[in-house]
């Protein structure tokens, strides 16, 4: 059987540098097993590897390595990274077929892919009988909930660089909250744009500046609309961590999408961090609590708090294309039942 699992992780120096993909890969891998397969056969992307360029730093070998520590058993066989055939992000059916050959079915256990139509996602499932994995029906599941009658009230929490991708999130799935935290980058873009109509938006009062763009730069707590000409907002202030903090904590189900700031630099941290805690802490309190997102997980897991989160998702990407309302290539391919 051929499974398509998410191996997509973070490489350092050759090894897998955070292994949660892989891990969150087990549980379906070990059902198969253990339920007789005679072989099972993984498949996943690594990367975005360009033509021409050297490819040794995407090769599969690192994950596999680190996926047989975690499931010794000689019956799994891991593939080479799929993006280093040029067929697979054209949704090529002849290269689907290779994947195809020799296996009597496919699961599709790769959530964080499940937006793109590419062979190993949407093609091979035209041409085996085709089911969903474990993750993924868990990620359908939790993140599903999110879209259907909530628990109020309901607080999504928005930040990060990449403004554009959640813009249509937050238009969707904001004005199904009762409050949007935002912060980071998207904070300033939707000061300069404005409202977002049918979403109560709280943006920050209070920022930590710097004066240059650099981990060691000159810093100052300052309100928003008095940071320095030529200076940069890079986390939330100490005023806006607190009133965000109170928001969360009265909130009974909350979404965390984005870092609050520069959290890899350890003087613009803050932000995430009390984040990360008010989310955990509410979820501690029975709160339903989704954190999605690889810089809002890395920062949960990170500070050893993923324990007190309903719901970790793998997803980066999908997540946010299914919180947007659209479907999902990989998820309508399979038949219902």
Request: proline content about 4%; overall charge negative; aromatic content about 6%.
């Amino acid at each position: 059987m051929l499974v398509r699992a998410d191996l997509n992780v973070p490489l350092e120096d050759g090894r897998v540098a955070d292994d949660t993909r892989i891990r969150a890969a087990i549980p379906t891998l070990g059902l198969l097993l253990g339920r007789g397969a005679a072989r099972v056969t993984v498949c996943s992307h690594l990367g975005r590897p360009k033509a021409g360029e050297d490819r040794s730093r995407f090769v599969i070998a690192p994950v596999e390595a680190r996926l047989r520590e975690l499931v010794p058993d000689d019956r799994l066989r891991v593939l080479e990274n799929t993006r280093f055939h040029a067929g697979e992000t054209a949704n090529d059916e002849g290269y689907a077929r290779e994947l195809a050959d020799g296996n009597d079915l496919y699961v599709n256990d790769a959530f964080g892919s499940a937006h793109r139509a590419h062979s190993s996602t949407e093609a091979v499932a035209h041409l085996l009988p085709a089911y969903a994995g474990l993750l993924l029906l868990a990620e359908l599941e939790h993140l599903g909930r999110l879209l259907g009658d909530v628990e109020r009230p309901f607080v999504v929490v928005a930040g990060g660089a990449k403004v554009e991708d959640k813009l249509a999130v937050l238009e969707n799935l904001g004005g199904r909250a009762d409050t949007v935290l935002v912060g980071g980058k998207m904070a300033v873009e939707l000061a300069a744009r404005g409202p977002l109509e049918g979403v109560n938006v709280v943006l920050p009062t209070d920022a930590v500046a710097a004066d240059a763009f650099d981990r060691d730069a000159r810093t100052a707590v300052v309100a928003v609309d008095a940071v320095p000409a030529g200076w940069f907002s890079l986390d939330l202030g100490p005023e806006t961590r607190e009133r965000f903090r109170e928001i969360i904590a009265g909130a009974r189900t909350i979404l965390w999408n984005g870092p609050m700031g520069v959290f890899e630099w350890p003087a613009f941290a803050a932000g995430t961090e009390a984040m990360a805690r008010a989310v955990a802490a509410a979820g501690a309190g029975g709160a339903y609590t989704v954190v999605g997102g690889g810089d809002s997980v890395r920062a949960i897991q990170e500070l050893g708090l993923a324990g007190s989160v309903s719901w970790v998702s793998t997803g980066g990407g999908a997540s946010l294309e299914l919180l947007e309302g659209k479907e999902l290539p990989g998820v309508a391919a399979i038949p219902e039942g």
